[in-house]
């Protein structure tokens, strides 16, 4: 059983904060760049940060830079990202995605080939987890 598992999302208030996990199972997440990505009703999936395999290099949407943070925990097999100062266009469903052996200069191209080209970039999705940012 191969799989990503998304949690962490629910209803937050503008300005609020929300942190996402994406665990792996059947596989180790060492050995793969991941993404994190999201997509709204009616709007094109985008990339909102990923991290390479060896967390040398990051990558982070211009709409998100400043305020999300993505991070690994190895012993746990776990990929986060940190979600401060929510705003209503940052409602949409979060997903996780894993693409085997991302080294440092392909992180960029990974996250936006991954929200272009999803089922041909990555090797393992999450079922996705729903942020909504509403008072």
């Known amino acids: 059983q191969l799989q990503l598992v998304e949690s962490g999302g629910g209803l937050v208030q503008p300005g609020g904060s929300l942190r996402l996990s994406c665990a792996a199972s059947g596989f180790t997440l060492n050995n793969y760049g991941i993404g994190w990505f999201r997509q709204a009703p009616g709007k094109e999936r985008e990339g909102v940060s990923c991290i390479s395999s060896s967390d040398g290099s990051i990558y982070y949407a211009e709409s998100v830079k400043g305020r999300f943070t993505i991070s690994r925990d190895n012993a746990k097999n776990t990929v986060y990202l940190q979600m401060n100062s929510l705003k209503p266009e940052d409602t949409a469903v979060y997903y996780c995605?894993?693409?085997?052996?991302?080294?440092?200069?392909?992180?960029?191209?990974?996250?936006?080939?991954?929200?272009?080209?999803?089922?041909?970039?990555?090797?393992?999705w999450g079922k996705g987890t729903l942020v909504t940012v509403s008072s």
């Open positions: 995605g894993a693409d085997v052996g991302v080294e440092d200069t392909a992180v960029q191209g990974m996250c936006v080939m991954g929200a272009a080209d999803g089922d041909h970039t990555m090797n393992y």
